[in-house]
């Protein structure tokens, strides 16, 4: 057996070194991991080789936090310590939700709703991470080391809640997001690189309990969103449940205990898999209290049960073609993902509507993975000459709260992202100090009827007469399709200071108290650790600052080269100590002292691509 | 870094650009800076990939909207297209505006999509006459009043389609 060479993590060795990275299905039903190894998407499996992890979690007596199969099997027996499709319930509140159905116990309380186990109050966030724990896992036993980062795939029409506790999640399981990923996006690479395929692509994916539609343009490596809509709470689970009401109403059955709901969405569920592709089923199931059911429920009988939950789709797709300005005949394919678009009477309706055979030819439950891996390998730098870049959009439009409970519009759905905008106000009362800014999201015109992402207080603001002040706030969102707030006031350039209360979210604090309470190893353990990761983060900064002035140093003078090479020998002489918090002040400052470097290689690299046009020509 | 959307752009300013060129070359300045290249990059170069893809970004959607070009491109010669003191109209324009409103209001009140489908299209195609007079006004004459009325009528038209569009999306929900 050879050898393994093992390098101190973050200093590791060679730059063409293939670096760890995944992307990660986490799916309301199932959760894949999937990397790249010789240039191929590949989907990762457990010890028994199986890939799609169930995404239940369940908290057993013992202690022990189960997830996937053997979870799975608890949900009859253990249903209030047994949580499924649990990403229905990111960063929503209970109000959000139809809690009648749900064996849960909810704790009552504002803001995200939490859920009430045998291990304590769980956030959703915190029974993500448990799943993305178990795939963390699983990539790093296969792979044979630590991962440099992940891509996670949410569903496009998530929105700034959904996505930050997604994120959350993530940072609890402790994984490095490299990016949030659209599933309809990671969808397209996946089926655009297989195929070659240029043109403009329909995505329709419905999972577990959301549907995307997005539509991209392909050419030449880059993958364009023109729009994308969507319903974040219809899905597969929704199919089930009509199977299950059905059943309730035929068999004549009185409301059923937590135990008898669970069996009979599980039998609803295996009917409907087997109606794929069979003419009928039966559904016989032993209840609680003795009762018998035994019923048969044909193909027709399930599609004329569900053919409105599959019109439903249609809205939002025409929604997207109108802003995509498209019609039928510009579309060159639609590409089916997510388990549940194999039932054929969904294949129909979107048939019908494109007036195209839809794409099946790749497996609708790995394909968003095998994407988002290929997006992570490189994002991580495993492929310098690719030509892949993906440009996303907003899926829903960013406003604030106006006068009279009106919702304005600062940032239109379907912006390709990054995008930043900045909106002006102004004091209403003489020495007024602060004001309160309140951001929703959706497309409606009252604020009731958007959704709250978070109230914004700005603090410090010059007192002056009534409507002297003009305080520009700007909206900026990532790429990862967060939002981030930042306040000035302009005539006296004062930052206003902003204090964030997330509607949906969990705060910072909150974060940090979990992401303790996780390590439940010995204060000079964690310590220990929190210096080793100081160290390592100090490290990739050294080296990338090294890397560019090798690059790029004739970009600006001496004095410049000299003042970050002082930077970098100061921040590497802390680094021979222990003092983790100056390890931290020292990357900063580091960082700092490299801004104008980096701006200006960044504008010197746009001239490069920009083909024939000399530095000096474009004055960047 | 230039603030003028053309030259990010490598283009001369006029209101009829090279759309080949314009798409290729914002490819080719998110390829350099999006911030997906710079995931595993320093704080800094994270900061100046957010901040150049943002404009580009932004210059895009300026350019690539006929009304925001013609908007724009007479920025850059110190109009304001508009303004609170500039909002005079042609007498025909407004007329036809009246009755487009009306069109739109009777076809919500009959909830008849199909006929504000095609109130769409007829005012689209509007729209595009007034491209070809925005070339020869802008690029060719130079006479900026005159592109200053039309480019008010365009945006007017955008709004109209927009407000059918938000109509239409009302209905089909």
């Known amino acids: 057996m050879a050898l393994l060479q093992i390098s101190e993590p973050g200093m590791s060795a060679a730059p063409h070194e293939h670096k760890l990275a995944v992307g990660i299905d986490l799916g309301t039903t199932n959760s894949l991991v999937a990397t790249v190894r010789s240039g191929l998407s590949h989907v990762l499996g457990d010890e028994h080789g199986h890939t799609l992890l169930p995404s239940v979690v369940h ?165 364009e969103v023109l729009a994308t809509n969507g319903d974040s709470a219809l899905g597969g689970d929704d199919f089930d449940h009509r199977i299950y009401c059905w059943i309730l109403e035929t068999a004549k059955l009185s409301p059923r205990n937590a135990h008898d709901t669970r069996l009979l969405m599980s039998k609803s569920r295996e009917a409907k898999e087997w109606l794929t592709a069979h003419a009928e089923t039966q559904i016989s199931c032993l209840m609680s209290d003795g009762e018998f059911v035994n019923l048969t429920i044909s193909c027709e009988q399930f599609t004329a049960l569900t053919a409105n939950l599959v019109q439903k789709t249609l809205s939002p797709i025409r929604k997207a073609m109108r802003d995509a300005g498209l019609s039928i005949e510009n579309i060159d394919g639609v590409v089916m993902v997510g388990g549940a678009t194999r039932m054929p009477q969904i294949q129909q309706v979107v048939a019908e509507y494109f007036k195209q055979t839809p794409l099946t030819n ?44 009106l919702a304005e519009k600062v940032i239109h759905r379907n912006s390709t992202l990054p995008v930043a905008r900045a909106q002006e106000f102004t004091t209403y009362k003489d020495g007024q100090t602060a004001m309160s800014i309140h951001v929703v999201q959706g497309e409606r015109e009252l604020v009731s009827d958007c959704r709250s992402l978070a109230r914004f207080d700005l603090r410090g603001i010059p007192p002056m007469v009534a409507g002297a002040a003009r305080i520009r706030v700007t909206f900026t969102v990532d790429a990862d399709g ?69 690059a790029d140093s004739a970009l600006i003078n001496k004095d410049q080269v000299s003042a970050i090479q002082d930077e970098i020998k100061r921040l590497a002489a802390i680094c021979t100590t222990d003092d983790t918090d100056a390890i931290h002040a020292g990357v900063e400052t580091l960082n700092h002292a490299t801004e104008e470097f ?21 004055k960047l | 870094m230039t ?38 990059g320093t704080a800094a170069e994270k900061l100046s990939a957010m901040q150049l893809a943002t404009l580009a970004n932004e210059a895009y959607q300026t350019l690539k909207s006929p009304a925001n070009r013609a908007k724009y491109l007479l920025e850059l010669q110190g109009i304001k297209a508009i303004s609170e003191t500039n909002t005079a109209m042609p007498t025909d324009f407004l007329m036809q505006q009246m009755e487009w409103r009306e069109a739109l209001e009777d076809a919500k009140a009959a909830k008849d999509i199909v006929a504000l489908e095609q109130l769409h299209a007829e005012i689209q195609l509007e729209g595009k006459a007034l491209h070809a007079n925005l070339v020869d006004l802008l690029d060719i004459k130079k006479d900026y009043s005159t592109a200053t009325d039309t480019t008010r009528k365009l945006i007017f038209i955008d709004k109209v389609c927009a407000d059918i569009n938000k109509a239409i999306e009302h209905l089909d929900n």
């Not at chain 1, 497996?363 to 440009?391: C, F, R």
């Not at chain 1, 080793?532 to 560019?548: F, H, K, M, P, Y």
């Not at chain 1, 200006?600 to 690299?605: G, K, L, Q, T, Y």
Request: aromatic share 6%; no cysteine.
């Open chain 1, 59 to 223: 908290y057993a007596e013992n202690g022990v936090v189960v997830v996937g199969t053997e979870a799975q099997k608890k949900q009859n027996s253990d249903p209030h310590n047994t949580i499924v499709s649990v990403k229905r319930f990111m960063g929503r509140g209970l109000k959000d939700i139809d809690t009648t159905q749900l064996p849960y116990h909810f704790a009552e309380q504002a803001g995200m709703l939490q859920i009430e186990t045998r291990a304590g109050i769980k956030s959703p966030v915190e029974v993500s991470a448990e799943i993305l724990k178990v795939l963390k896992a699983r990539a790093e036993e296969a792979l044979g080391g630590e991962l440099i980062g992940a891509v996670i795939t949410v569903p496009a029409y998530f929105d700034d809640a959904q996505r930050q506790a997604t994120k959350d999640a993530a940072r609890l399981a402790g994984l490095n997001v490299f990016r949030l990923l659209n599933e309809p996006t990671a969808a397209a690479v996946a089926y655009g690189l297989d195929n070659a395929s240029e043109g403009v692509y329909v995505i329709y994916d419905l999972g577990g309990g959301t549907f995307d539609v997005s539509i991209l343009q392909l050419s030449k490596g880059v993958f």
């Open chain 1, 362 to 405: 790749l497996d609708p439950d790995k394909v968003v993975a095998l994407g988002a891996a290929i997006q992570a390998n490189v994002l991580a730098g495993n492929k310098s000459d690719d030509e892949l870049l993906l440009l996303d959009v907003i899926p829903l439009s960013l406003g604030l709260e106006t006068f009279g409970g």
């Open chain 1, 482 to 550: 967060l939002l981030s707030v930042s306040a000035r006031e302009i005539s006296s350039n004062v930052e206003a200071h902003i204090a964030v209360k997330p509607s949906y979210g969990l705060s910072e604090d909150e974060i940090t108290n979990m992401l303790k309470a996780s390590f439940n190893s010995a204060e000079a353990d964690k310590s220990a650790r929190m210096l080793t990761e100081a160290r390592v983060s100090a490290g990739a900064i050294i080296s990338a600052v090294n890397a560019a002035l090798e």
């Open chain 1, 598 to 618: 980096a701006a200006v290689r960044m504008n010197a690299s746009v001239s490069r691509a920009l083909a024939g046009k000399a530095l000096d020509e474009i």
């Open chain 2, 3 to 40: 603030e003028n959307y053309f030259e990010l752009f490598g283009l001369a300013p006029s209101f009829n650009i090279e759309l080949a060129t314009f798409e290729n070359n914002f490819r080719k300045i998110q390829s350099a800076s999006h911030p997906d290249r710079f995931v595993t």
